[in-house]
């Protein structure tokens, strides 16, 4: 199988390409090939999943750091807002492989940016059996941890 443009970004090749599709369907879009379940809110539930990922990505190193309590929830803050997802999204690559609501012309979303990033999260962590070093490969390869 083809290597998807989108597992180039992440630097993850799938093993269950249809988590990817998921993640990459926004909310409302056509019911297509990639939605696999019917389902109108696209990646929503994925994205929620992976919102949680990452923050558990973000925290634990904060938490064998010792560090205070307000710069774990600062981190947090810093890097899983949704202006931060999706700046992300969209200087990976990820922004444009977005499948959009009909409604939604032009570029993508901020939210719907975000909740791509997040639904990618949670499918990587998913797909690779819940590993956690291989989530923070991926977070790495999107530079997600670069500073704004």
Request: aromatic letters at 4%; glycine letters at 6%.
């Amino acid at each position: 199988m083809t290597a998807h443009p989108v597992e180039t970004i992440l630097e993850y090749q799938f093993s269950n390409r249809n988590l990817l599709n998921e993640a990459l369907l926004a909310a409302g879009a056509s019911v297509s090939s990639k939605d696999i379940h019917g389902d109108p809110r696209g990646n929503k539930r994925l994205a929620l999943l992976g919102d949680s990922v990452l923050q558990e990505a973000i925290l634990e190193p904060w938490y064998s750091s010792g560090e205070s309590i307000e710069e774990g929830s600062n981190k947090v803050k810093n890097l899983a807002r949704n202006s931060k997802l999706s700046q992300v999204a969209q200087e990976s690559g990820l922004a444009k492989y977005v499948d959009k609501n009909p409604c939604q012309l032009g570029d993508v979303p901020q939210e719907t940016a975000a909740s791509t990033v997040e639904a990618v999260v949670g499918a990587v962590y998913l797909d690779c059996g819940k590993d956690m070093a291989t989530v923070k490969r991926v977070l790495e390869a999107i530079n997600l941890y670069r500073a704004t």
